[in-house]
């Protein structure tokens, strides 16, 4: 299905799991030598993220044919295309965009976070002011979508910078639930990081008990510590 996350130049893609076992059928020759042996579930994620890939990237007019893995796992997207997966134990999804405007994009998919599991890794994942931010009644919902924004924050600016970010290194500056936006602050004394510093906004949806987040990294990012996604 496709999923509208309003985001100028970007298709998004999502596709239940267990997926559709005439869809892995026509989609098993995706599935790469080294994943042949594992669990079936995992396969399923794997072909069920590339069949989302691919008919994110026929919304924008691009013909995916394959999508390798790199020894780091992640999707090496071909020139002209740029893209990112994720899964929860509910559905695969998959964000593309072709746009000149954008230098990469992130996607996270999270199912909502039990009580007991929340309040176990909120102190590791938020400040004491993230956590106000967030002390209200839909608590599972937010420390939900704060770990989700930060996972795909990661996600877009891993292939840029090409090293780890800490939860603590990025703050949530802006939650606005009844439009599924957000905004983060990048800040980190990390060199590979100093041309990335600064404000991201990002958008989330709810989809069944899956919290699912994008956010994208325009071509130029602003050293003004504001920049659109």
Same mark, same amino acid.
Request: hydrophobic share 40%.
């Given at each position: 299905?496709?999923?509208? &996350? ?9 596709? +239940?799991? +267990?997926? /559709? ?24 994620? &794997? ?28 999707? !090496?997207? +071909? ?20 746009? /000149? ?6 996607? /996270? ?5 039990? !009580? ?21 009644? /839909? ?7 704060l770990f989700s ?10 292939p840029l910078a ?30 590979k990081l100093k ?22 990294? +325009? ?11």
């Amino acid at each position: 299905m496709l999923i509208d &996350f309003n985001i100028h130049g970007v298709s998004v893609f999502g596709a +239940p799991l +267990p997926f /559709d076992s005439q869809l892995e059928k026509s989609f098993s020759n995706w599935l790469p030598d080294g994943m042949k042996n594992v669990a079936q579930t995992r396969q399923q994620e &794997f072909i069920a993220g590339r069949y989302c890939a691919f008919q994110a990237s026929k919304v924008v007019g691009y013909d995916l044919s394959q999508l390798p893995a790199a020894p780091t796992r992640e999707p !090496i997207w +071909p020139e002209g295309i740029l893209g990112s997966i994720t899964h929860s134990k509910q559905m695969a999804i998959s964000c593309v965009s072709v746009s /000149d405007e954008i230098s990469s994009i992130g996607i /996270d998919a999270e199912e909502l976070m039990k !009580i007991g599991l929340a309040q176990e890794i909120e102190r590791v994942i938020a400040t004491e002011e993230e956590l106000l931010m967030i002390a209200g009644a /839909d608590y599972q919902t937010d420390i939900t979508i704060l770990f989700s924004a930060k996972e795909a924050l990661y996600k877009a600016l891993f292939p840029l910078a090409r090293t780890f970010i800490d939860f603590k290194e990025v703050k949530l500056i802006k939650l606005v639930s009844d439009k599924g936006l957000f905004e983060l602050e990048l800040k980190s004394s990390n060199p590979k990081l100093k041309g990335y510093l600064g404000r991201y906004e990002g958008s989330f949806k709810l989809i069944g008990e899956t919290v699912v987040t994008v956010v994208s990294i +325009p071509k130029v990012v602003s050293k003004e510590l504001y920049v659109h996604s």
